[in-house]
Antibody
Framework: EVQLLESGGGLVQPGGSLRLSCAAS????????MSWVRQAPGKGLEWVSA????????YYADSVKGRFTISRDNSKNTLYLQMNSLRAEDTAVYYC?????????????????WGQGTLVTVSS | EIVMTQSPATLSVSPGERATLSCRAS??????LAWYQQKPGQAPRLLIY???TRATGIPARFSGSGSGTEFTLTISSLQSEDFAVYYC?????FGQGTKVEIK
């Protein structure tokens, strides 16, 4: 059974930093791209970042480029999102999502499994 | 950048009735379109991929159709557990969602 468990969310001041983690199990982690998708309170889904199965390729939404860094440790089956220079508009539930393929840059790919999400609140 | 537009924003349907949700892409996405269901307080769940293929464990009352720029998600006979928000998705872009509520 595929399981994705996010952690690391919390309350942070504007300009602060936070690192999210997503522990994966139930599949060959290194064979699949992974993504972070967020959802602001009462809003829709917004893709944030993706990483290829090897970790060698990364992709970001314009809204977070230069501030967020996605990475993975395939030896620990864990995905990360380092978030710096946080803004109020980054407040959201952050989900990690498994891609259906290896490449993070694949228009045919879907998000076939999701974690339960972790809430990030940016406020003073 | 491809924009995904869903309609209507809210759909009021009685249990047992048919629901038809639409998703339009600003340019052709071939059949590379997925649908997700999200219930309050829960993560999204993949329903349909490749425009018309049901994901594992998804009941047959859910069906998807379309290609190019016009897509449809049909729920043939709404059950109580189907009242939720539905999103379409292509690559990294999601539609804004359609809320299916009890009439």
């Amino acid at each position: 059974e595929v399981q994705l468990l996010e952690s690391g969310g919390g309350l942070v001041q504007p300009g602060g930093s936070l690192r999210l983690s997503c522990a994966a199990s139930g599949f060959t982690f290194s064979s699949y791209a992974m993504s972070w998708v967020r959802q602001a309170p009462g809003k829709g889904l917004e893709w944030v970042s993706a990483i290829s199965g090897s970790g060698g390729s990364t992709y970001y939404a314009d809204s977070v480029k230069g501030r967020f860094t996605i990475s993975r440790d395939n030896s620990k089956n864990t995905l990360y999102l380092q978030m710096n220079s946080l803004r109020a508009e980054d407040t959201a539930v952050y989900y990690c999502a498994k891609g259906s393929g290896y490449s993070g840059y694949d228009p045919t790919s879907t998000f076939d499994y999701w974690g339960q999400g972790t809430l990030v609140t940016v406020s003073s | 950048e491809i924009v995904m537009t869903q309609s209507p924003a809210t759909l009021s349907v009685s249990p047992g009735e048919r629901a038809t949700l639409s998703c339009r892409a600003s340019q052709s996405v071939s059949s590379n379109l997925a649908w997700y269901q999200q219930k309050p307080g829960q993560a999204p769940r993949l329903l349909i991929y490749g425009a018309s293929t049901r994901a594992t464990g998804i009941p047959a009352r859910f069906s998807g159709s379309g290609s190019g720029t016009e897509f449809t998600l049909t729920i043939s006979s709404l059950q109580s557990e189907d009242f939720a928000v539905y999103y379409c998705q292509h690559w990294w872009t999601f539609g804004q969602g359609t809320k299916v509520e009890i009439k």
